[in-house]
């Protein structure tokens, strides 16, 4: 792999096992002040809202600042928040707005990071269709097994070591992120636009993304995904514990198998892109969820459920390296920060959909519709979307993305013309 990448894998796994420190310790942290639920999503919810808010308008604004200072900025300024609660709480004055307010900002920092991080690695990668997708499955690889293996169990063990303590761990990871960012190569900022106003430029990246068919299908299937996908969550829990008899240290290794899935997806993501074609290896992924939650749904024991969950993981892995790697080598460098903000604002705005769609079918009808209902949606989402991610699309797109097709076109090009055959 080029240089630098391996001090920026090297950040972000860091930072992601931080990351699932303080997913495990603010929770828990929330508990000890309170035992009411609507207490406690507040703290939760508070996290996701920035992307709701400021997704577009957070893509813009990338797109005018330097990537690598954004994100080492971003990441040392998330050190010092959590010095604040880590403070209150060795002072015994936490309270469930102070970690609200430290989750909302969390997740801010946490918006212009990702957002930049995407912006940069096609820089630093030189927009190389394999080294992204290669690049885009060990990140994905090492947050998982970091957010998702490693960093809970730690946010609750440092937590009986005092209320503190999982916060400075993780304002730590933050600042060993920042200095290991800092260290790499700069990268030229891409041509500026003319001067127009940050809502048109929001709109501008939107527009790119809704009037490409290619890039609207990759961002499709992550958002009807979310809507699937946290209907089954809603009610997993539920249906782990009524239909499959699973106690919670079993619901605990069902999560487990969902996660050890989604590594190895992120690992044979790349040969199942040279393998098929990218276009042909995400309709085929697409469709492996589907399966799988129809199985989930169908599972007569606890081993099937495990079985299908892992190979939904799977599928999300892979999906989640083919889709993004993609997307950066097609898109423009100057509007990279808008088309990533904005498929990931639709996917955000997508999951309490889900959530509400999966409680009020399991109460409507049975505990086993919301997955059922998320196999077929996830099914149809496939259909839909086969075409408009086939291999045929995808050539001609990475075709029209060689660098003499993809420098920072002049200001007065509408860029959403800049690949007019791919157009609706």
């Not at 829990?237 to 899935?261: P, S």
Request: with cysteine; charged share 15%.
């Amino acid at each position: 792999m080029p240089s630098g990448f391996g001090r920026l894998w090297t950040a972000q796994t860091i930072s992601s096992l931080g990351d699932g420190v303080s997913h495990a310790a603010l929770p828990l942290l929330a508990l000890t002040l309170t035992r009411d639920p609507m207490a406690l999503a507040v703290v939760t919810a508070a996290g996701t809202l920035p992307w709701l808010i400021f997704g577009v308008l957070g893509g813009a604004l990338v797109d005018r600042w330097d990537r690598r200072r954004t994100m080492w900025v971003v990441d040392a300024a998330r050190a010092v928040l959590l010095a604040i609660p880590a403070a209150a709480a060795a002072l015994d004055v936490l309270s469930i707005a102070l970690l609200a307010a430290v989750a909302f900002l969390l997740g801010l920092g946490g918006l212009f990071f990702d957002t930049a991080a995407t912006a940069y690695l096609p820089d630093l990668l030189g927009r190389d269709p394999a080294f992204l997708e290669r690049a885009n499955s060990r990140l994905r690889a090492a947050q998982t097994a970091m957010s998702g293996f490693a960093g809970p169990p730690a946010g609750s063990a440092l937590l009986a070591l005092g209320r503190a303590v999982p916060l400075l761990a993780d304002a730590v990871s933050f600042i060993l992120s920042a200095l290991l960012v800092r260290s790499l190569p700069a990268m030229p900022r891409p041509v500026p636009e003319a001067r127009e106003s940050l809502l048109r430029q929001a709109r501008v990246g939107a527009s790119y993304v809704f009037r490409d068919r290619l890039l609207l299908g990759l961002a499709l299937r992550p958002a009807v995904g979310n809507i699937a996908f946290l209907a089954v969550e809603t009610v997993l829990a539920l249906f782990a514990h009524d239909r499959l008899g699973i106690d919670t240290y079993g619901f605990g290794l069902l999560l487990t198998a969902e996660a050890t899935g989604g590594l190895l997806g992120a690992g044979i993501a790349s040969y199942l892109g040279r393998r098929l074609g990218t276009g042909t290896a995400l309709t085929c992924t697409a469709a492996v969820e589907g399966l799988a939650i129809l199985g989930l749904a169908a599972a007569p024991n606890p081993y099937v459920a495990g079985l299908a969950l892992a190979v939904c993981g799977a599928g999300m892995g892979a999906t989640m390296v083919l889709g993004p790697s993609l997307r950066q080598a097609i898109v423009p460098a100057h509007l990279m920060g808008r088309v990533t903000s904005t498929s990931r604002m639709l996917a955000m705005c997508a999951a309490p959909v889900g959530a509400f769609l999966g409680g009020w079918l399991a109460t409507t009808y049975d505990i086993r519709t919301p997955l059922y209902a998320a196999a077929v949606l996830l099914l149809a989402m496939t259909a839909v979307t086969a075409s408009m991610t086939s291999n045929r699309r995808v050539e001609a797109a990475l075709r029209a993305a060689t660098p003499a097709g993809s420098r920072d076109y002049p200001a007065s090009k509408d860029p959403a013309q800049e690949r007019a055959p791919d157009l609706l």
